[in-house]
Every structure is written in C-alpha cells, then in structure tokens.
C-alpha cells in the first residue's frame, strides 16, 4: 500500500469511528511522533501527559518511601486494579 493509499484508508477509518478512546489513542501517537519532545521530556504519564527528568525521579523517590514505610499494594490486587486477573 503507498503511503497516499494508506493515508486515505486511516482517514476513513478515522471518520467512522465514534469511540473517543479510540480517537484519543490515536491523536496521542500522533502527536508524539509529529511533534518531538522537548528535550526534557523523560517519559510520558499514561494519559500522553510528558514528564520531565526531575519529575521522573521525584516519582521514584516516593514510591521507594513508600514501600520502606510498608505502604505496599499486593500484587494480585495491583493485577485486578489493571483487569490482568
């Protein structure tokens, strides 16, 4: 398929969607891969959100507070918060 061939089919596959994950998912790839990221960009939120390298760290150094105070999540129900049971 040509690169114009497959541009006109992702359009039509566009218009006849209504499901707004569906457009979001694909506004989001989208926009990362036209629009580069800022230098500082370490990561991306999972709503499409950039996070900046400081941002990264100050997460993880939470998080690692965290577990070393106990306030864990046990794996089987971090599995049904995410559907994976």
Do not use: C
């Not at 507070?65 to 994976?84: D, H, S, T």
């Amino acid at each position: 398929m040509t690169s114009k061939e497959l541009r006109f089919s992702i359009i039509n596959l566009v218009q006849e969607t209504e499901d707004p994950e569906i457009l979001q998912s694909i506004y989001t790839i989208l926009k990362k891969i036209i629009a580069p990221a800022p230098a500082d960009v370490a990561g991306y939120e999972p709503d499409g959100t950039p996070i900046t390298e400081e941002e990264l760290v100050k997460s993880i150094l939470e998080g690692t507070r965290e577990a070393k105070a106990g306030n864990k999540i046990p794996f089987e129900q971090l599995k049904a918060e995410f559907g994976l049971q």
